[in-house]
């Protein structure tokens, strides 16, 4: 995917309409137009990065100061009971727009959005020889 075609790009460009919410130099929150729940809003950095582990750190601490401001404003309108912050990265994961984003999902008690978690317990040891993979490669 190229900026040229990505929905996101073109909606920082003026390009395409949206409904802001926040904007500043670096990032802009705007409202879902697929929501999962009334107020499911979005956050995204301004310059095209495909996935999180893409996007420079400043850009990323740009996005956290905005995420929990716009959060907290988003919970508070629609009373919410709490609320999913949710960034998915590749397909496999979810990710429809290849633009870093942060989804904001306000919830209620009950109300059957991610009503499941597919946990699951490792082998003995795994857990242990997945984390020291992990941990040499950082």
């Known amino acids: 995917m190229t900026v040229r075609d990505c929905i996101f790009c073109e909606i920082v460009a003026g390009q395409v309409p949206s409904i802001k919410i926040y904007e500043n130099d670096s990032v802009l929150a705007f409202m879902d ?3 999962i729940s009334e107020g499911h809003t979005l956050v995204i950095p301004k310059r095209h990065f495909e996935k999180l582990d893409e996007c420079p750190a400043e850009i990323l601490s740009d996005i956290s100061i905005v995420l929990g401001r716009v959060a907290k404003a988003v919970s508070q309108v629609m009373a919410s009971d709490g609320y999913n912050v949710l960034c998915n990265n590749g397909r496999a994961a979810g990710q429809l727009v290849e633009h870093v984003h942060f989804h904001i999902i306000p919830r209620k008690k009950d109300d059957g959005v991610f009503s499941k ?3 699951f317990e490792y082998e003995q040891g795994r ?11 950082l």
């Open 117 to 119: 978690w597919p946990s």
């Open 127 to 137: 857990a242990e020889e997945i984390a020291g993979k992990i941990c040499a490669k």
């Open 33 to 35: 137009v697929g929501p």
